[in-house]
C-alpha cells in the first residue's frame, strides 16, 4: 500500500476559444455575437489514471474541447451562466465516474460598428476593457449548482473625494496623512447566485451582469471614501442592495497608486494637478462581505486553506 | 584611431507614466484627465559619451523625465500631439549638443462614470481597448517637425461580407477557397500629418484623431473584402479622402483566424455559426498608402532598412 | 444593524521588488544576490476600517513596505523562507489588532557572469525560466507558522516514452490514441513543510528548494508515462520519497500540446519529427498528492470552496 | 487613376511555432531539438491585391506556413540561419512576383535534464532567460542575402563599478552624481554578417552565436562603466574585436534602475545594500557601431525614417 493519499484533484481542457455566430432578422442579416473562453474541470475516480497507467475512467480532455464546440451549436449560447450550466450539467451526468464538473468561462465584449449606409449589421468592434467571468460547479451527489459570476479588469478612478489619515504610526512609518489625494482601482469583482436564482430558468443573467457592474460603478463614484478597504464594503453592499438573487461579494482591489510629482525643485507648485502613475507595488485590498446566515463559498486568494 | 564607427544612437528616459487632472467649472468640481505614458529620445553629438567616460554632452535621462513632468504643469496637457511638440522643441532647442528630439506618446481613454445623483463630476472608468498613440520630432537643423500619429490594440470583426480566393496555387497549397468567412484584425495604424497641418496651432489633434478612427471602422465595416490587403488599402485611403492634413497611412493588421469548427462527427452541421478563435500562427498584412508626390516618411516594421 | 457581514478580508502592500548585495571576501569585493518580489497581507481586527471610515486599527501598506526594506538591512535575507518568516512574525505580533499574516515571495535567479581577467566578482545573468515562490503564513491565536514552497514556469519536454490510450470514448470523441507522443508542461509546484521543519532553525531552505526541483525534473525524466495524470503523481511522490521535510504536493501542469504535422499532402512521411507547438487550448491537470494521516493545507485553484 | 499609391507592403504567416526532433545514435535514441518562431514576409507585385480583389498574385500565408513545416522535414533545421536562408531563397525564387522574402526567427533554449539511470536522452528542461533572433532577407534583384542575428531577454546586473556624473545641469536636474551604483540591463542586441559570411556554407552560426553572447556579458562584466553609453559601446566593439564575420551591432538598453532605498528614517545605513528594483520610466539606451567603411542596415527603432 502506498504511504500517499491522491487528494483533490481536477482535469479537463482549458481555454477553449470559441465565437459563436448568430444570424436573425431579414434573411438573417442581423448577426449577433458571443466570445467566449471557456475551461472545463472534471472531479471524480481518478485514482488509477494517476497511480496505474489505467486510463479507463479519462474522459480525454479533447473530447471536452469538442463538446464545447458542439454544445454551442446544438443548444446555442445565451449567456456564459446558461452555457457553463449545461455544459457542468452535461460532463457530471455523462459518466458516472464524474462526480462533479466545474466550467469556468470568460466572455469579451464586442459593440457594433455604427455605419450610416446600410441596415443589415455584421460588423463589431471589442469595447470594454473588463472582461465578464463565470464559474458554473454541478455536483451529482449534492445535487447542487452553484454559479459565481464577476468581472476582472475594470479599472476606475476618482481625482477627488478620497482621504487616509488616522491610522497605526509606528517605528516604520513614514507615509503622510492625505486629505485629497487620487483613489484609483483595477476591479476583480465575483459575486455568488443564490441557489434559487440559479436553479430559476427565468433568471436574466445578461440583464444582471449589466445591472451589478452599473452598480458597483455607482458606489465607487459615489462613495466619499476614508479608504479603500470603505469602497470595496460599499460596492460590494449596493450590489447587494438592489440584486436579491446575489448572496455575497467578493472584491481584489489593487490600489494603483498615482503620486503628486514634487515639482517645487523647479518653483511649480503642484495643486493635485501632476501625478505619477505607478505600476508596482501597490496595495492589495481583498474582502468578502455576504448576507447575514449565509456560508460564503467564494474562495479567498489563499495558498492555503483557512 | 578607432576602426569603429557610432552610427544613429539615442536615449532618454522612456515610458513616463503621467497622469494630469485640470480642474473647471463651478469651484473646480468638474475634473478632466489626461493619461499619458512619455518616451524621450534625444539625438546628437554624443561620442564622447559612448567612448570616452566624459559625460559633459549628457543632459540625463533623470532630467527629461522631470521636464516632462514639470511641463504638464507650465504649459498644461491639451493633446499629445501638442504637449509632444512642445517637449521635442524644448529638448532640441535647450542644448547646443541635441541636434534632434523625438518624443513617442500613447494616451489611454476614460470615460465619466454617469452617478444621476450629481453634478459635479472626477469619476471615470477606462474605455476602449485601444491606445491612441503619437510621434513627434523636431530636427533644429533642418527646422523640420514630423507628427505621426496613430493607434494600436483595435480589434475588428466582420462575420460576413469576406472572401478570399483565385490565389496561387503550388506544391504546399492545401487552403481551401473561401466565399464567406470571418474576417478579423487587431489594428495598429500610424498616419503622418502634413507639415503645414503639425505647423498650424489650431489644428484640433483630438478631433483628428476621433476623425480617422472612425473612418477607419467605417472603411472596415463597409468593405466587401475579397482579401484583408484590400481591405487595408480601403481603410488608408478612407482616412486622406477626408483629411487633408494627413498624407501618408500605414496600418499592420494581423489576420485573426476564425476557424470553423467540424462538426460533422458528431452529426451537426456549422452553417457558419461555431468558430475556434486561434491566438498564432496568424497572417500579418502590413502596408503603406500615400498620396502621390509624397515621400513616405513612417517607417516600416523592417529589422534592416530597404 | 447591518444586514451584511464582513467576510475573510485581507490587505498589504503587495510585489515589492527588493534586490539585497551582500559584499564578503576580501575587501568586500565579493559580491552576492538576493532579487525578490514580496507581498504581504495581514488579517485581523479590521471591521471599522471597512465599515465606519475610521482607520485606527490600519496599519498602512506604505509601512509594510518600509518594513520589508528595512528588514532586509536588520536581518538580511538568507533565504525567501526564512525572511518571510521573520516578516510574518513580526507584523503579526506588532499589533495587537493583527492575528495573522502572509507573507508571499519570489526570487528570481542569476548566475554570475564567468569572467578570466579577474577574481573579484559582481557580475550577474539572470539564469533559467523558473520562479522560486514560497508563501508564508504566521497566525497568533494557534501559534501555527505554515510555509509552503514551490516554482512555478519551469518548462519541459519529453520527446517519446509517453503514450495516452484506452480513455473513455463517447459521443463526442474523435481523438486518436496515441503511442508514441511529445509530452510537455510548464509546472507549478507548491509543496508544505511540515510544522517541524518550518519551526527548526537549521533547516536549509536554498538545499531543500534545489532538491526537491531536481527530484522533479529526473521523475518527470524518468517517468514512462500512460497520461500526464501519472507523470504528476510520479514527480510528486519522488518529491516526499526524498524530503521527509515535506508532506504534501499539488502540482498544477497545462499539457503543452505538440501536434504532429500532416505532411502528407506535401508527399512527405512524418515519422515524429515535425511538431507544430500550440498555445490553447490546453488540458490543465491539477492535483495534490499527501503523506496518509495529513490535511492537507494547500489551496486548490477553485474559485469556490469545496 | 487614383491619387494614392501603395507604398512599402508585405505580408505572410507570423509566429509559425515548430518544434523539430532529430534522433541520432543507437537506436534513435538521442534526440536532439529545435524549438523555433518563424515569421515569413513576401515583397512583390502585390498592387492587383491591394486594389482590385484579385488575388492571381497572392501566395497565401497558409502556403508560407506549410511550406515551413514541410522544409523542417525536407531541409532539417541545423540552425535558425541556415532553415531561415534556405526558405528566404524559396520563397524569392518560387513565384515571379516575389522580388523579396523576409524571415524572421526566434529559437528557444532547451538543455537537458540529467538522468543518473539512463543513457538514451529524450528529456529537456527550458533553459535561459534570453531568445536568439535571426532575420533573413534574400533578394533576387540584387542576389543580396542579408542575414542579421542577435538575442532579445538577455537580463544582466554589475552590483559595482558603475558611476554617473559630470552631466549637463540645467533648470530640471535634480539627479545626485553618483560614483557607485548598480548597473542592469535588458539586452537587445542584433549583428548584420558580412555578405561573405552569409554567403559561405561553412559558417558555423550556432557557434558565432555562442561566442557574441559570450563577449557580450565579458564586455558588460569588465567594462568600468562612466554611462550605460559606455558600455554600450564597450560591447558592440567586443564583439567585432573578436568575430570578423559581424559589420555591425546595434543594441538597445534599457537602464533597469535600482534605486537605493532611504532607511534612515529607520535609524538604519544603507551602504549600497538594499535596493528598490522599479519597472517604468526607465533610461533607454540605443546605438549602432559599426566597423569603419561598411554601410549599416540594421534597422533603427524609429516610426519615421532619418
Known amino acids: ?24 432578422g431579414n434573411e438573417g442579416s442581423w448577426h449577433e455575437i458571443r466570445d467566449l473562453n471557456v475551461s472545463v474541470a472534471l472531479r471524480g475516480e481518478f485514482r488509477d489514471v494517476h497511480l496505474t497507467g489505467d486510463n479507463g475512467n479519462c474522459l480525454p480532455t479533447d473530447t471536452t474541447k469538442n463538446t464545447v464546440y458542439a454544445f454551442a451549436k446544438e443548444h ?3 449567456s456564459p451562466e446558461d452555457f457553463g450550466t449545461r455544459l457542468a450539467q ?13 466550467v469556468r468561462l470568460e466572455e469579451y465584449a464586442w459593440d457594433r460598428i455604427p455605419v450610416p449606409t446600410r441596415r443589415d449589421q455584421h460588423s463589431f468592434v471589442r469595447s470594454g476593457q473588463e472582461v465578464r467571468t ?29 482621504e487616509f489619515h488616522g491610522y497605526i504610526k509606528d517605528k516604520y512609518t513614514t507615509l503622510q496623512e492625505a486629505y485629497d489625494r487620487i483613489l484609483a482601482t483595477k476591479v476583480t469583482a465575483r459575486w455568488a447566485y443564490s441557489a434559487a436564482a440559479a436553479a430559476d430558468p427565468d433568471t436574466d ?50 490600489n494603483k497608486h498615482h503620486f ?36 460564503p463559498v467564494i474562495a479567498t486568494s489563499d495558498w492555503i486553506t483557512a
Chains 1, 2, 3, 4 share one sequence.
Open 90 to 102: 452535461h460532463f457530471t451526468n455523462s459518466q458516472s465516474v464524474i462526480h462533479e464538473s466545474q
Open 134 to 162: 463565470s464559474q458554473v460547479t454541478f455536483n451529482k451527489h449534492t445535487g447542487q449548482l452553484q454559479i459565481v459570476s464577476g468581472l476582472k479588469d475594470l479599472t476606475v478612478l476618482n481625482s477627488t473625494n478620497a
Open 1 to 24: 500500500m502506498s504511504k500517499y493519499v491522491l487528494g483533490q484533484n481536477q482535469y479537463g481542457k482549458a481555454e477553449n476559444r470559441i465565437v459563436k455566430i448568430v444570424r436573425k
Open 205 to 254: 443573467w445578461d440583464r444582471l451582469y449589466k445591472k451589478a457592474r452599473r452598480l458597483m460603478l455607482e458606489a465607487f463614484a459615489e462613495t466619499y471614501s476614508y479608504s479603500l478597504q470603505q469602497t470595496l464594503n460599499a460596492m460590494a453592499e449596493r450590489i447587494m442592495d438592489h440584486c436579491p438573487q446575489i448572496n455575497e461579494v467578493r472584491l481584489n482591489l489593487p
Open 76 to 78: 446555442g449560447v445565451t
Open 260 to 295: 503628486l510629482v514634487d515639482l517645487e525643485p523647479f518653483g511649480l507648485k503642484n495643486d493635485n494637478e501632476v501625478y505619477f502613475a505607478a505600476d508596482r507595488m501597490y496595495g492589495l485590498i481583498e474582502a468578502t462581505v455576504h448576507r447575514d446566515g449565509i456560508t
